[in-house]
């Protein structure tokens, strides 16, 4: 009876430790092509295997209008969990109130930027905000703005930039009165209505006039959609929002 000659088993090392490395060739080229959210994801789960997968949406009503936000690409540096609570539950309640008029989605776009949530209103010609070219708010604008300042004095935590915007092409009132003063003077009125309404004082953070220089609408700059009010909510990490020097009126004159 021959015997039979046994090979050595140093191959099957040697295949096993090359098919270990194709799958984590295959895993990293995988990864690479997803987007943050499943990078993310995936690092959270090798950190803790045992916490959820996805983060909970922070609840940020989508706008229908894609020329009516103005979105920033980038995250939050550092938000905590409460911050974006706070984001989100602020949203909601601001959505529920003003869904009692049926208009108002066209009028009050919010999104969420790199900075905080972004709320634009909108002086649009169907449902104008302030009365011809001035900055005396109509009975529907000024509703809009208190129904906005009551919610945004519950979160005291909030600092609040107002910005002017209007379309280009618009004739001024007279020579020293142009897109510059009117955009200043309606982001000074929203402000006046803010603290009016229940806005604190120590939560105006800017006030500021760009006349027709940030037209949402770039391809179209004598649009409606350009004429608005910016509100920008930013919570201060690691700080308190109180009344101090850096709370003033900014007004963005052209030469006299």
Do not use: C
Not at 149 to 157: F, S
Not at 178 to 183: D, I, K, P, T
């Amino acid at each position: 009876m021959s015997k039979r000659n046994h090979h050595g088993g140093s191959w099957k090392v040697a295949y096993a430790d090359f098919v270990t490395s194709m799958m984590a060739l295959f895993l990293v080229l995988w990864l690479t092509s997803q987007d943050s959210r499943v990078k993310e994801a995936v690092e959270r789960s090798f950190r803790n295997p045992y916490s959820s997968a996805t983060k909970q949406s922070v609840g940020i009503l989508p706008t229908q209008d894609a020329q009516a936000t103005e979105k920033s690409k980038g995250s939050f540096d550092s938000p905590s969990a409460m911050n974006l609570e706070l984001l989100r539950r602020m949203t909601e309640d601001l959505a529920k109130l003003l869904r009692s008029d049926s208009e108002t989605e066209n009028v009050v776009k919010m999104d969420m930027t790199s900075q905080g949530l972004l709320i634009n209103i909108f002086d649009r010609t169907q449902k104008a905000i302030f009365e011809g070219d001035s900055a005396k708010f109509t009975p529907y604008g000024s509703w809009v703005f208190s129904t906005l300042a009551w919610e945004v004095g519950r979160y005291p935590t909030f600092s609040v930039e107002l910005t002017g915007h209007t379309e280009a092409g618009r004739k001024p009132l007279r020579e020293d009165y142009g897109s510059w003063e009117l955009s200043a003077d309606r982001a000074n009125a929203a402000r006046r209505k803010l603290l009016q309404h229940g806005t604190g004082e120590g939560q105006i953070y800017k006030v500021a006039g760009l006349g027709e220089t940030q037209p949402l609408d770039k391809d179209n700059p004598a649009a409606e959609v350009n004429r608005r009010v910016s509100m920008l909510l930013k919570i201060q990490e690691g700080s308190h929002v109180d009344d101090s020097p850096t709370n003033q009126v900014i007004k963005t004159n052209s030469a006299q």
